[in-house]
């Protein structure tokens, strides 16, 4: 069993930057895929970026591609995602999940365990 506890949404002007935590507790292997979600208001859940666990690979959404990394702490099981140069239409609540699988990332079927969702509201 994995949990998932996202932080570090909050309020910020266009083009400014946030940082969101995802804190893992229970064992995660190599192959899982660490993902982040989005739901804005009134839309589907939409995919934002992965990373495997063991850190040799990444994948993200074309929106976000150039603007937003994922990284991660092995010592601290912990999954960041960091956001620059946001804009309004970034603001969503923001989910962390895990995958016990590599595959079909973007597929929010695919991914096991959720966190609570944290919100980012982008003002203009």
């Known amino acids: 069993q994995v949990q998932l506890v996202e932080s570090g949404g909050g309020l910020v002007q266009a083009g400014g930057s946030l940082r969101l935590s995802c804190a893992a507790s229970?064992?995660?292997?190599?192959?899982?895929?660490m993902g982040w979600f989005r739901r804005a208001p009134g839309k589907e859940r939409e995919f934002v970026v992965a990373l495997k666990w063991s850190g040799d690979s990444t994948f993200y959404a074309d929106s976000v591609k150039g603007r937003f990394t994922i990284s991660r702490d092995n010592a601290k099981n912990t999954v960041y995602l960091q956001m620059n140069s946001l804009k309004p239409e970034d603001t969503a609540v923001y989910y962390c999940?895990?995958?016990?699988?590599?595959?079909?990332?973007?597929?929010?079927?695919?991914?096991?365990?959720w966190g609570q969702g944290t919100q980012v509201t982008v003002s203009s």
């Open positions: 229970g064992r995660i292997f190599s192959n899982y895929a």
């Open positions: 999940a895990a995958s016990t699988s590599w595959v079909v990332l973007t597929d929010s079927r695919r991914y096991n365990y």
